[in-house]
């Protein structure tokens, strides 16, 4: 007998609080606590309302609870939930399969998470190099200022000193070059190169979209040099910059692309997307993941990506894009001491904090969040918008309410 259940504790109240008490303090969450949603709308443990404009960080594509996705799932739940690898399933060869003919791909390896999704494009780009070329061709070229996951291979590659910091020592033969940056590029990558790695618009770095002339230039070096080109979309993929991947926007296509976040729409997934040639140097028994491409996973993925790649969804998604950015631009203008330019793609949206409130993202969006609107940063001097691709005009009309209504409290303060 467990003494704690039979007192009671799955219906033991639990607050904030409980978190300082039984959590690692990985994370410092908000003072609320979420307990249910549906689409945009979010209620506390209060019952107070709030417009959801983070989706999870870009995870939500399709509105918190999606009724269509709900049901894939549900179906699924009552057929079949783990069989394992030395099995194949129905709903991760239909996933597949739509993944390849909505992009370059022709094969595709699934996990659990983004970070997955890039170790395995990272392992595969090492395989791939070494066998085709030899040992010799191992060096990973990535951005400073980039975001690639949190395993001790994905955080090195990433370009955020502060994160690996302590956790020494780091896997070797990784560079890190400026975004945006052709000439650094160009001396970066050599014949040693095995992978470059690249947000085709950085997102927990800023918010910055990637220039496609340096796409295509970091397109030419790889090819010139026989390194593998990955597009990290795990937060840009997925329509939430008004195209399924953000690639088919910079006229670049990649070797290998992963996707993760909005594919499973809040059920963990992650996905890597190459070709049959590359692919192959995965072969039997040299990488894998339990839950990888499991029956519910990939019943989700499918039902997301039948919803998201649509033309009238996708143009919708450039629709809202349009109505948020002349928004910002407006309060940008109304405000400027307060913030700079907004930028971005689609509904991946960053608005820079102007100089003299350099630091202060996160005052701001704590701000919004009492009004009852939901927001994310992308460090101390960015606020980003991330709000579910299927956003109304009336919520698009009530976050800049919101937006506004903040401001005027911090700019007085
Ligand atoms: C969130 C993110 C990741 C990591 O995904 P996890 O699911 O948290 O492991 C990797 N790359 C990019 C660009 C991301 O935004």
């Known amino acids: 007998m467990n003494a704690k259940l039979d007192s009671g504790i799955a219906t033991l109240p639990v607050t904030r609080q409980t978190f300082d008490e039984v959590l690692v303090p990985t994370y410092a969450p908000a003072a ?5 949603a549906s689409g945009l709308d979010l ?3 209060e019952g107070k309302h709030y417009l959801d404009f983070t989706s999870g960080i870009a995870v939500t594509a399709l509105g918190h609870a999606n009724p269509e996705v709900n049901e894939a ?3 699924q739940l009552n057929t079949l939930w783990h069989i394992g690898n030395g099995y194949t399933n129905e709903p991760v060869l239909r996933l597949a399969s739509a993944l390849i003919d909505a992009t370059f791909a022709e094969r595709a390896f699934f996990c659990n998470s983004g970070a997955e999704a890039n170790e395995a494009a990272l392992k595969l780009a090492r395989k791939y ?10 060096r990973i070229v990535s951005c400073l200022s980039s975001f690639h996951g949190r395993t001790l291979f994905t955080v090195s590659v990433g370009g955020q000193p502060k994160y690996t910091e302590g956790f020494e020592p780091l896997p070797q033969d990784l560079s890190h070059i400026p975004y945006n940056d052709i000439e650094a590029a ?5 014949d040693d190169v095995a992978a470059v790695i690249v947000e085709p ?5 800023g918010v910055i979209p990637g220039n496609p002339d340096y796409l295509k230039a970091l397109r030419e070096f790889c090819d010139k040099t026989g390194a593998l080109l990955v597009f990290d979309e795990v937060q840009s993929g997925m329509g939430r910059t008004g195209s399924l991947f953000a690639y088919e ?6 070797d290998v692309l992963t996707s993760a976040k909005a594919l499973g729409n809040g059920y963990p997934i992650g996905a890597m997307l190459t070709t049959t040639e590359i692919g192959q140097y995965l072969a039997v028994g040299t990488h894998g993941t339990t839950y990888g491409g499991n029956p519910l996973a990939s019943s989700v993925g499918l039902k997301v990506l039948e919803l998201i790649n649509q033309p009238a969804f996708l143009g919708r998604v450039k629709e809202a894009s349009a109505k948020v950015m002349a928004n910002l631009q407006q309060l940008a203008a109304d405000y400027p001491n307060v913030f700079g330019q907004p930028r971005g793609m689609g509904l991946l949206i960053g608005l820079p904090m102007a100089e003299g409130f350099k630091g202060r993202s996160k005052d701001y969006t704590k701000l919004c969040e009492k009004l009852g609107l939901m927001l994310l940063i992308a460090g101390p001097d960015v606020v980003r918008l991330a709000p579910a691709l299927v956003v109304t005009d009336e919520q698009i009309v009530e976050a800049d309410r919101l937006m506004r209504a903040a401001v005027a409290e911090f700019a007085g303060a």
């Open 129 to 138: 190099a070494h066998g085709k070329f030899g040992p010799h061709k191992s």
């Open 32 to 36: 609320m606590v979420p307990v249910r």
């Open 73 to 75: 799932l549900t179906r």
């Open 249 to 254: 926007q910079m006229g670049v296509v990649p």
């Open 43 to 45: 209620w506390d443990q």
């Open 186 to 190: 160009r001396a970066a990558i050599t």
């Open 201 to 205: 618009i950085q997102g927990e770095g």
